[in-house]
């Protein structure tokens, strides 16, 4: 039942907890990442997908594990009340992308590169680089097989840190194997985690018998050391699992793409296997992980479609942001190339077709509009007009519009000169305005 609150005692509202608002100038950031992205995607070939916010909770179970942290903890899960349905608010994409691509039967003409953009939620503690609606990118290579692919998409996310000026950011790479190495893994983990059981906390003895390769994972500095000496998975990977995962460093090795193997490294989620990779940095804290990924060849034989390999990445927008930042990368705001300064009303109707006249041919003009207090004067018209960051002021005065034409002045460059400018010939000086940008 929805509580009915009158307006006299409802309070302010506000954003839900750890789901933030993005606001200018702050959006500008994500607008110029974003576009990157969309750059370096095209580059790689990689088609865009979107998916439903909203999925079946028993896709996020099946594919995520029962038994891991988002499944049991973090989703945000609830009943449609119209239908009974059990629905989840996505905690991440790939098992979407999955779902997308097994329904609609994408893979029938062959393999996929797809990428996406956009909310995922969890239900945790706020914290820097942390929220409970937070942004991820990612890029799924579905129908291949090989470690080239596995390679190419860390090549792809090395491009994109380029292209963003990021550099502290280091490459962490391991294998998971196969299912059967993993099972042999696995037994001799647990026995020597038994042995130690007294060293062990209570995340760790919770999944002791349930998911015991969690437990290398721990962030815990009481049982690092415990973790360091446990049986490593690289020993118990077959001849194939060591051949992938050699091709797959022969081809960073070529690109002279440095990384480190981190036989710790096991990825928060069930449906992994093989190559498992991630982008991390010193500079956030304990949210040090920027992007990461790796191969998921059951994913998709799990969700119900026909068995076949792929492999995928997502980073974290807020955090990449924030890391750029901490290394004080600026992002320049988009600017208007002009201002339109009207100091009458009745000049409106020509400054307005005017504008529309230079917006058709690609110009940036924010215009002057009047608030509640009128128009005001030309000296806190032009304030604005300087505050906007426009390089160029147009004024629509009463002598100007006598004459068929507009007054041109420059704010930045060459700050005070002026010229007159036909209202005839818009399109001549549009072209000298986009080329002075």
């Known amino acids: 039942m929805v509580e009915k609150v009158s307006a006299a005692k409802a309070g302010k509202l506000t954003a839900v907890k750890g789901m933030n608002d993005i606001l200018p100038p702050e959006s500008a950031r994500w607008e110029w990442l974003e576009a990157l992205v969309r750059e370096q995607m095209a580059r790689f070939s990689y088609l865009n997908v979107r998916t439903p916010i909203v999925e079946n909770t028993a896709l996020f179970v099946r594919s995520i594990g029962e038994v891991t942290d988002i499944v049991e903890k973090e989703m945000y899960s609830f009943e449609d009340r119209l239908n009974g349905e059990q629905l989840t608010l996505r905690p991440e994409n790939t098992a979407s992308v999955v779902r997308a691509v097994t329904e609609h039967s994408m893979l029938y003409d062959g393999p996929r590169r ?20 937070f942004h991820q990118i990612g890029a799924e290579a579905l129908g291949f097989a090989g470690p080239d692919v596995d390679a190419e998409l860390i090549l792809l996310a090395a491009s994109l840190w380029k292209a963003m000026g990021l550099t502290d950011v280091r490459l962490e790479l391991n294998s998971l194997g196969q299912p059967t190495e993993r099972a042999a893994h696995r037994a001799q983990l647990v026995a020597y985690l038994e042995q130690h059981a007294d060293q062990l906390d209570e995340d760790a003895r919770r999944r002791l018998h349930s998911n015991p390769l969690r437990i290398l994972d721990t962030k815990n500095p009481a049982m690092l050391s415990l973790v360091e000496r446990a049986p490593r998975l690289m020993d118990f990977l077959g001849t194939s699992s060591l ?4 091709g797959l460093k022969a081809i960073l090795d070529a690109n002279g793409v440095a990384y480190t193997i981190n036989p710790r490294l096991v990825r928060g989620l069930d449906y992994y296997n093989l190559t498992v990779f991630e982008f991390v940095t010193d500079r956030l804290g304990s949210q040090g992980t920027v992007c ?6 059951d994913l998709i034989a799990q969700i119900g479609g026909k068995p076949a390999p792929a492999v995928g990445w997502a980073l974290g927008v807020e955090r990449v942001l924030e890391l750029l930042r901490e290394q004080g990368a600026t992002v320049p705001p988009p600017v208007p190339d002009a201002y339109a300064v009207v100091p009458d009303a009745s000049a409106m109707p020509v400054a307005l077709k005017t504008l529309q006249q230079l917006r058709d041919r690609g110009v940036r003009v924010q215009m002057h509009a009047a608030t509640a207090d009128g128009l005001g004067s030309m000296k806190s018209q032009f304030k604005k007009a300087d505050a906007s960051g426009a390089r160029h002021a147009l004024v629509f005065g009463a002598d100007e519009l006598a004459q068929g034409a507009v007054t041109l002045k420059a704010l930045r460059d060459g700050a005070g000169e002026q010229t007159r400018q036909s209202l005839a010939d818009v399109a001549t000086w549009a072209a000298d305005l986009q080329s002075r940008a």
Request: hydrophobic residues 25%.
């Open 114 to 133: 797809l990428w996406y953009m956009g909310p995922m939620f969890r239900h945790e503690r706020p914290q820097r680089g942390r929220y409970r609606q």
């Open 243 to 246: 051949a992938h995962f050699e």
């Open 292 to 297: 990461a990924g790796g191969r998921y060849d």
